[in-house]
T-cell receptor
Framework: DQQVKQNSPSLSVQEGRISILNCDYT??????FLWYKKYPAEGPTFLIS?????DKNEDGRFTVFLNKSAKHLSLHIVPSQPGDSAVYFC????????????FGKGTKLSVKP | DVKVTQSSRYLVKRTGEKVFLECVQD?????MFWYRQDPGLGLRLIYF???????EKGDIPEGYSVSREKKERFSLILESASTNQTSMYLC?????????????FGPGTRLTVT
């Protein structure tokens, strides 16, 4: 059973507007959540992470919000730029284990000029 | 800027060959991980290291070994390559501490074993 779910396979946004990427999880033992951006044939690029004891973390244009009661997190990109077009993965750290990541299946973001 | 490099982007080897995959990071991180990525299976942890000369088995260590002689370098070794080890191999350099957890990936090595 998938522990980390990204239910939207794709998202299209106009340049300059906000992109909101969503992620749900099932395991309340996850202690960190990370967001990655990935281009084809490249490794994932780390964007931002959040500890499970926080509800918000911000870094430049990227903000991650965590709602523990709903087991939901989201990545906000403001303003969106054409260069943000990529596949975005949500990942959770398996708390209490070796620290390996469990990834969602990704959401393809297209930012149109 | 963060930098994780892997020795090869693409590699083709024959069954039974010994294969070395190298990963180098320049962030002075203590933790380094090796994953493999397969369609439908996601990322699976092979081995990790939390310090020089220290190593721990991940979820799928069989058929692999690792070496960490220097802090910046973590090598994955396929002792005798087999066709079921054809995969994308990803190395990660990991920062854990001060309430943060960040994993930085290299570009990946696509290994084909024939």
């Amino acid at each position: 059973d998938q522990q980390v779910k990204q239910n939207s396979p794709s998202l299209s946004v106009q340049e300059g507007r906000i992109s909101i990427l969503n992620c749900d999880y099932t395991n309340s033992m996850f202690d960190y959540f990370l967001w990655y951006k990935k281009y084809p044939a490249e490794g994932p690029t780390f964007l931002i992470s959040i500890s499970s004891i926080k509800d918000k973390n911000e870094d430049g244009r990227f903000t991650v919000f965590l709602n523990k009661s709903a087991k939901h997190l989201s990545l906000h990109i403001v303003p969106s730029q054409p260069g943000d077009s990529a596949v975005y993965f949500c990942a959770a750290v398996n708390g209490g284990s070796q620290g390996n990541l469990i990834f969602g299946k990704g959401t393809k973001l297209s930012v149109k000029p | 800027d963060v930098k994780v490099t892997q020795s090869s982007r693409y590699l083709v080897k024959r069954t039974g060959e010994k294969v070395f995959l190298e990963c180098v990071q320049d962030m002075d991180h203590e933790n380094m991980f090796w994953y493999r990525q397969d369609p439908g299976l996601g990322l699976r942890l092979i081995y990790f290291s939390y310090d020089v000369k220290m190593k721990e088995k991940g979820d799928i260590p069989e058929g692999y070994s690792v070496s960490r002689e220097k802090k910046e370098r973590f090598s994955l070794i396929l002792e005798s390559a087999s066709t079921n080890q054809t995969s994308m191999y990803l190395c990660a350099s990991v920062y854990m501490g001060q309430g943060r957890h960040e994993q930085y990936f290299g570009p990946g090595t696509r290994l084909t074993v024939t």
